[in-house]
């Protein structure tokens, strides 16, 4: 058995490669990057919380906590 971890610039369920094209999604477990989606693989679901997430979160103005966790702030006139 490997211990290697996973390719993190594959898609965590088909392998397929990330090449910066198209609209892949991460996947966060507590705030960790845990892996990448691509579009076939996302379920309407995945996808639709990606969309709200875009749309109300500003992850240029978020950053990295003391425990490697990644937050993001609301955008302007969204929120709190």
């Known amino acids: 058995m490997s211990t290697r ?9 088909c392998s ?3 090449r ?9 477990k507590q ?3 845990i892996g990448l989606l ?3 693989c996302q379920t309407p679901e995945e996808n639709a919380e990606a969309a ?19 937050y993001a702030r609301s955008k302007e006139g969204t929120g709190r």
């Open 31 to 33: 705030g960790i990057c």
């Open 38 to 40: 691509c579009p076939a």
């Open 52 to 70: 709200i997430n875009e749309a109300t979160l500003d992850y240029g103005r978020g950053g990295f906590d003391a425990f490697g966790r990644q």
């Open 5 to 13: 971890p996973k390719d993190p610039t594959r898609c965590s369920r």
């Open 20 to 28: 910066g094209r198209g609209d892949w999604n991460s996947t966060y």
């Open 16 to 18: 397929k490669k990330y």
